[in-house]
């Protein structure tokens, strides 16, 4: 197992879902504020991206302490 490599993915990985979660949860907020009507994908996609986004983080702190 290459945990440097191991690493640099996670690390991407939590850039990207963390831009994708910015932008899911800014597009939400507008919707939510302007009184837009919030369809199922939309509300559905604020937990799916967090709970990506907080399951890399997970990796990467136990990937930090090793």
């Known amino acids: 197992m290459n945990t440097q ?3 640099m993915q996670i690390k ?3 850039y990207l879902t ?8 800014a597009v939400f907020v507008y919707q939510w504020v302007r009184g837009m009507e919030l369809d199922t994908g939309e ?6 991206t967090l709970g990506a986004f907080l399951k890399l983080w997970n990796d990467h702190r136990k990937l930090s302490l090793t």
């Open 43 to 48: 509300i559905l996609s604020v937990p799916i």
């Open 12 to 14: 991407k990985g939590l």
């Open 18 to 25: 963390g831009i994708a979660a910015l932008i899911v949860l």
């Open 5 to 7: 490599k191991d690493r």
